[in-house]
């Protein structure tokens, strides 16, 4: 009998869906059939335990950096455990942005976590800022301290009472410090990465002689944290500043980067302050200048936090989990087998790995998982690449590319692999930044008056520009009306109405407006 007939022969006993289980050497045992259905149903199960994000985008959210284990929750309520998948994201933003910093002269230093109560005194506005979140140590061992350690929300004042004993003369400035390291804030609510009671950052804290150099360096980093942003992981940002109402505890002025979630929601995911001489003068930190006299230095700080990664899921992600941008992908590149029990089909995808291991993060997924299955793992977990190599592939001397951000397969001949890896990788990272400028864009709107404004914000999601008069009491009204916040003043200001949105009174600052994390 021939195999065209013998197959002919499997109609009544094997589904033509696992009619491919069928090699011609005879009819497949009924428990490999079984064996298959239930991968079948593992497979699409994989992708159903995501809440679709038009659903339901908290609980799309929860899903998903549940379901990729970037992290657990612990029985510290706020807190949470960063698995390896989403600390080696931490690890990737961590290096390339430290090496940016080294660029501009950055040195890393490492401060006490706790701060003394009167340290933290000496800065009133500051300590005002941060009090409902503070946490405070009352015992060491079993006896009572003689005066209450705050555990760092901020190291502004450690640094300041560092500075005071560092500094002396004019030939001491500039100083130009960075430190990594956790933070804890006792927020009421908590969710993951976004907002949580401790915290993975870093914060610089600068300090320099005149008022021009400190404002210098302040938007210097900002600018370092938009190129970030936008070159690394993929995000486009708003640069501006931030409202008085919205600005920094203790701060002469704060700067800030925007960004557009998926929902519509912004982000700051990057701040830059100066301070002017307000710590200084409170600490004592004086120098002696080029002319013998005492001046104040003037001081900035900056930082940046694991935000970014709740960033990153909710600007790429989709119905299936993370889409990672390669630069901060911890895989890059992950190949499948496709029958692996196949002769030299696991050989040949070792071979390929250690091919592209020395310019890209690669792995080959060589469990006994179905293919189907190892498909939907590396969507969750947001693999940029996917390579697809089999007996047939093998045979044409090619393998199939797949890009996560769109899902195109690209047959690939194996001699031009390197290549085409390092090619459509650059491709996908610029066309996620693309992708998502272009949804920022579309979500972006105009108001001249409060109608208007209001209609916006009842209908739509996203960001609205409108212009504003400066007088606090609008700010107030339209976060108390609306539940809005201003986001920033951007530094590439447009002329939307001559009055404000608020008020009807003349106005020349235009503000982003949103509903923010």
Known sequence: ?????????????V?????????????????NVEKERKRKMADKKMVEAITAMDVDFAQWYTDVVKKAELIDYTSVKGCMVIKPAGYAIWELIQSQLDAKFKETGVENVYLPMFIPE?????EKDHVEGFAPEVAWVTYGGLQPLQERL?????SETLFCDFYKNEIHSYRDLPKVYNQWCSVVRWEKETRPFLRSREFLWQEGHTAHATEEEAEARTIQMLNVY????EQVLAIPVIKGRKTDKEKFAGATATYTIEALMHDGKALQSGTSHNFGDGFARAFGIQYTDKNN??????????????????????V???????VLPPRVAPTQVCIIPIRQQAEGVLDKAYELRDRLKSNFRV?????????????AECEMRGIPVRVEIGPKDMEANKCVLVRRDTREKIECSLDDLETKVAELLEQIQKDMLEHARAHRDAHTYSAKNMEEFEKLFAEKSGFVKAMWCGDQACEDAIKEKLSVTSRCMPFEQEHIADTCVCCGKPATKMVYWGRAY
């Open 1 to 13: 009998m021939g195999k065209k007939a013998e197959c002919q022969t499997l109609s009544g006993v």
């Open 15 to 31: 589904p033509p869906e696992f009619r491919s289980l069928w090699d011609g050497r005879g009819v497949p045992p009924l428990m």
């Open 118 to 122: 009167s340290l933290l005194q000496k």
């Open 150 to 154: 705050c555990v760092r929300p901020t």
């Open 226 to 229: 938009a190129d970030f942003c």
């Open 293 to 314: 006299q005492l001046q104040y230095v003037h001081q900035t700080s900056w930082g940046m936090t694991t935000r970014l990664i709740g960033a990153i899921i909710m």
């Open 316 to 322: 790429h992600g989709d119905d299936n989990g993370l």
């Open 363 to 375: 792995k080959v997924d060589d469990t006994d998982k179905s293919p189907g299955w190892k498909f």
